[in-house]
């Protein structure tokens, strides 16, 4: 579990060391908010593409060397760009970067299918998530302090030789799990079952015959997967209620740091208090939402994973409001607090769905097909945003342009409340869909 928090921590660490940088990157390559965003962007865009065949790859062949081989790269291209004299020479490394940072999502996701029981999972994924956030935190304080005592290189270099330490790590002490070793249809045999699976069989819901695959998920071409993964309507709903909230998370990630300078006017000690106390909040959202949802399908609300987001993402936005409203830091610092722990928290629950609901000989690639919509939309957020606040406060690199757009950017988090409401319908037959397609077809 720490192994896999810290993947998902080194994977977030290096936008954070980038959203620290900005005023740095600014006045060493003469560029504005647009070509930070594209920094940021480039990865997010390259990995997109790059995920589709990492999801096949983590289908078919050892899950750990192919983690551990990705994350020496990830780091070969941090050096790089901490080399970086040109604004194109630092774009190309993003480039780079971005063809590595897809492994992690899908052999994630797989592994973590494998390596813990069902009925833990949302609990589970919400302690591993919690590596996103705390990579995502260790950045923005992390490397603006190394970048303000020696230079915004060796913040690139500082992460770089953590993520070779970390590929070692993983290298010697990551088990590689059997193929659904932790599947419903195995839980079941065992005796142990699964909360939801079991309130499924009890409520004698019928399994939607769509969702029920016709061929081997081993055999399936990733067109064929590709198919199947986005008939079932449970999975399509949470791939587009997690893209929009990866796509406001990477937009805040980016420019937070330059929005609460301006806005609040925090100098780098108050910066050093404000961050991590966000980053708490979040913190606390992914630990606490996953164990509740848990919590509440055992006790026999089926639809709870599905739920427990759709009342987070509702409560973000309206927290975020009034925070984004007042002028004063010592106001918005509670409020952004719990909304960030709203935000943080619907997604341990949303990626235990993905794993109820899809057979686990397709985990790897449903999870691409999920992070490439996640990584075009932390892909456009960063530059969307630098574009906007350009439009709505022309010349002008205080936060009154950011002000807007991030008060803009809360519409799509009350949308995400409500198409997730009507996955509560389709979850449990997609569930049941999942435990009839693994009777059928269980790997070897």
Not at 239 to 252: D, R
Not at 271 to 290: C, D, N, Q
């Amino acid at each position: 579990m720490l192994l896999l928090a810290c993947v998902l921590a080194l994977n977030t660490a290096d936008a954070g060391v980038i959203g620290a940088i900005v005023e740095q990157l600014q006045a060493a390559l003469h560029i504005g908010n647009t070509q930070i965003g594209v920094l940021t962007a480039a990865p997010s865009l390259v990995g997109a593409v790059a995920t589709v065949p990492v999801g096949m790859l983590a289908d078919r062949v050892p899950r750990v060397p192919l983690l551990a081989g990705s994350i020496v790269l990830w780091s070969a291209a941090m050096v790089v760009g901490g080399l970086a004299t040109s604004y194109g020479w630092l774009l190309a490394s993003r480039v780079a970067l971005g063809a590595v940072t897809a492994t992690a999502g899908p052999t994630v996701a797989s592994l973590t299918g494998d390596l813990f029981p069902p009925r833990e999972r949302a609990g589970i994924y919400g302690r591993i998530l919690a590596g996103e956030l705390i990579g995502a935190g260790f950045g923005l304080v992390v490397g603006g302090n190394v970048a303000a005592e020696l230079s915004w290189r060796a913040s690139f270099w500082f992460v770089a030789v953590l993520g070779l330490l970390l590929a070692a790590a993983v290298w010697r002490l990551l088990p590689e799990p059997g193929r659904g070793a932790q599947g419903p249809a195995r839980a079941g045999a065992r005796g142990g079952g699964e909360a939801a699976q079991q309130a499924v069989d009890q409520s004698g819901v019928r399994p939607r015959p769509e969702s029920v695959p016709t061929t081997d998920p081993s055999r399936m071409s990733l067109l064929q997967a590709a198919r199947h993964v986005l008939r079932i309507r449970t999975n399509v709903i949470i791939i587009v209620a997690s893209a929009i909230g990866y796509f406001f998370l990477a937009g805040l990630r980016t420019f937070a740091i330059v929005f609460v300078q301006h806005r609040y006017g925090v100098g780098r000690a108050g910066l050093s208090l404000l961050v991590p106390v966000i980053g708490l909040g979040a913190l606390a959202g992914v630990l606490t939402a996953g164990r509740l949802a848990d919590r509440l399908v055992r006790r026999g609300r089926i639809a709870a994973r599905v739920l427990v987001p759709s009342a987070a993402y509702t409560a973000s936005a309206l927290l975020f409001l009034p925070g984004l409203l007042t002028a004063s830091a010592w106001l918005a610092m509670p409020l952004f607090f719990l909304a960030a722990a709203a935000l943080a928290g619907a997604n341990p629950p949303l990626d235990a769905v993905r794993l109820d609901v899809v057979h686990f000989g397709l985990w790897g690639r449903a999870e691409s097909i999920r992070t490439i919509l996640r990584m075009l939309g932390e892909a456009i957020a960063p530059v969307l945003f630098g574009w906007l606040s350009g439009v709505f406060a022309p010349g002008d690199h205080s936060g009154t342009g950011l002000d807007r757009v991030f008060l803009l950017a809360l519409v799509p988090l009350l949308v995400n409340g409500l198409i997730l409401l009507r996955a509560r319908r389709d979850y449990p037959a997609d569930v049941a869909a999942a435990m009839e397609s693994e009777r059928r077809f269980t790997a070897a």
